[in-house]
């Protein structure tokens, strides 16, 4: 059987050497060199900067404290317990450490890890592998677990629940159930749509958090500790202007920091100024509130095409001939969290917030 895996690259810390991380879990030098590195967009795909700069450690993390308290006391109580964590439920717009917590949660607990998605789990004979090769206590992560087809989460319910799974043999007259006992294990779940999640489901974990965005405070102490492990002469103005460039996201923060890099090592001698900065980031087309062009024309098609709503967020995606799940995941979360843009039952509306910030009239 062909089991497609999303590859995240886990680096062994010093502990595990590389112990705990199962093959969907760890390096995979060819599939991160191929790897794209878009500069100044808010997607990065796991690559080699990305391996360097994700934390290892829960301590490593910035923020999140809430979400950090919970699970540490979680994992406290596994631990003196023997027994695994229950099931985490993360959720929050993409960039924001959903997997990053994932990645780490393992190595606290000293646990395997591995790493599937929802889209490539077609059928539930393709999640068999991955639940029979759990090991007592290791951790299985699935992203984007809202996009798994729903006879794949129903065969999930029982092993969620019950560690066991029941698996038809033959067909018609014919079939029987083998009934499967699997080891006691920890799924953890990443959503950017905690929304679409089926009770069931959603009930079936035991701690569910929201990750929500970065202030501006916590983004300079993530850019100024990447700058320190990429070696790179970062200005305390020029981290500041970055994180406030960023939309409250760490990966975002990530990417423009190392598009400034790169154009401060192309521009000038290396160092990254002030002035280097906002040059650099200009040039991409990113405001100074961290919009970018994608977001403005998102606004734009909204107040011109479509006069400033309600429009649905199908019509607004056709005729940006960009997908709606784009839109709704990566553009109109931080529109509608910093008030340009409001959900109605009847579709989007753009605020007068976002007809000033655009220079046109309501
Ligand atoms: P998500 O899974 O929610 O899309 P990731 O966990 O992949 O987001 O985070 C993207 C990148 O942002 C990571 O590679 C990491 O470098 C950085 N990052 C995320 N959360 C944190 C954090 N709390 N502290 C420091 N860096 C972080």
């Avoid at 360097?52 to 631990?79: H, N």
Wanted: proline share 5%.
């Amino acid at each position: 059987m062909v089991r497609e895996r999303k590859i995240i690259p886990i680096e062994p810390d010093d502990e595990d050497d590389g112990k705990n991380a199962s093959k969907g879990g760890g390096t995979d030098e060819g599939q991160e060199n191929s790897s794209i590195h878009v500069p100044g967009s808010g997607i990065m795909a796991p690559g080699e900067n990305d391996t360097v700069l994700r934390p290892k450690r829960i301590a490593d993390m910035v923020g999140q404290q809430e979400v950090m308290d919970v699970i540490q006391i979680a994992m406290d109580a596994a631990k003196k317990r023997k027994e695994p964590l229950g099931h985490i439920l993360l959720d929050g717009p993409p960039g924001l450490g959903k997997t990053t917590f994932a990645t780490c949660i393992p190595r606290e607990m000293g646990v395997k890890v591995d790493m599937t998605s929802g889209p490539v789990l077609k059928a539930p004979k393709e999640m068999i592998p991955y639940l029979t090769n759990l090991e007592h206590g290791s951790v299985l992560f699935i992203d984007e677990i809202h996009r798994l087809p729903k006879p794949v989460e129903e065969f999930l319910y029982t092993a969620m629940e019950d560690y066991r799974i029941d698996i038809i043999l033959g067909e018609g007259v014919n079939a029987r159930t083998l009934n499967l006992q699997l080891q006691p294990f920890t799924l953890i779940g990443a959503t950017t749509r905690a929304g679409m999640l089926s009770a069931p489901l959603r009930d079936r974990f035991l701690i569910r958090q929201h990750l929500g965005y970065y202030s501006v405070d916590e983004l300079i102490e993530i850019l100024s500790r990447n700058a320190t492990k990429l070696n790179v002469s970062l200005n305390s103005d020029a981290a500041i202007e970055i994180a406030k460039r960023a939309r409250g996201t760490p990966r975002i923060a990530n990417n423009r920091f190392l598009w400034v890099r790169d154009y401060a090592m192309s521009k000038a001698d290396g160092r990254v100024s002030l002035d280097i900065a906002k040059r650099a980031l200009d040039m991409m087309g990113i405001d100074e509130i961290g919009l970018d062009r994608q977001d403005r024309r998102y606004l734009e098609t909204l107040i011109r095409v479509f006069n400033g709503g309600p429009a649905g967020v199908e019509a607004i995606a056709h005729t940006m001939s960009v997908s709606a799940d784009t839109l709704e995941d990566e553009v109109e979360p931080f529109l509608l969290r910093s008030e340009y843009v409001i959900r109605t039952q009847r579709g989007r509306c753009a605020t007068a917030k976002a007809y000033e910030m655009l220079k046109l009239l309501a």
